[in-house]
């Protein structure tokens, strides 16, 4: 059975290109993103590295680490990095774990159990390996979603969905298409009462929907 939301994240320890990590320490306090790759020098993973090298500044403003999976080795990612930095004209600072046994691939439900990498391997073999996980401070699941290896993900999604996520915590939800500064919405277990001694003043547009500022 594969990860479900708000399930605590399995733990492992791993290589990377910056050194060992055990994923739960090196998580810490923060919030983290997983996002995983089936091949070092592929096309669009390229550019998706880059895209996420691009928001170095952003990740940090949300107290975010991010990480990235790939079934390659240590080598390979350094060798890597250089291209992702140079096509995104940005310092690809994260680290990139090696996978190359499969096991967090496999640990993280992205991959059978069966799966196994093949002499001259190419991107096809290791297809599934290309999701995205939001993790809390708790280490629990917040979100995942993965992709076809044609599509290239769209970071700027990923990192709206974690201004939800992180906005979620204060005990709100955030309705379709949010971003930053637009209202949110009081959730149907809030009463009223409760509702206007914990937000103030709010917008009731059905019983059930009820918008309100966003706390800060």
């Given at each position: ?15 990377t ?41 952003e ?22 990095k ?19 046994g ?6 993280y ?23 995205v ?39 709100v ?9 637009e ?16 937000f ?17």
């Amino acid at each position: 059975m594969g990860l479900r939301i708000n399930d605590v994240v399995p733990d492992f320890t791993a290589e990377t290109d910056q050194g060992s990590i055990s994923f739960h320490d090196w998580i810490g306090d923060s919030w983290a993103i997983l996002f995983s790759h089936p091949k070092d020098f592929t096309p669009v993973c390229t550019t998706e590295f880059s895209a996420v090298a691009q928001l170095n500044d952003e990740w940090a403003k949300r107290n975010t680490k991010v990480i990235g999976v790939s079934v390659d080795g240590v080598e390979e990612h350094k060798g890597w990095k250089k291209d992702i930095e140079s096509y995104g004209n940005a310092a690809a600072g994260f680290p990139i774990i090696a996978d190359g046994g499969l096991e967090v691939s496999k640990l993280y439900d992205m991959l059978p159990a069966d799966a196994y990498l093949p002499d001259g391997r190419t991107p096809a073999d290791s297809a599934t390996v290309r999701s995205v996980f939001i993790i809390g401070p708790d280490k629990q699941l917040k979100l995942s979603m993965t992709y076809p290896m044609t599509v290239g993900r769209n970071f700027a999604e990923i990192l709206r969905a974690l201004d939800g996520l992180q906005m979620s915590a204060k005990g709100v939800a955030t309705p379709a298409n949010w971003v930053p500064g637009e209202d949110v919405i009081i959730p149907p277990t809030v009463s009223n009462e409760d509702a206007k001694a914990k937000f103030g003043e709010f917008e009731t547009i059905f019983p059930y929907l009820r918008k309100v500022k966003a706390p800060e």
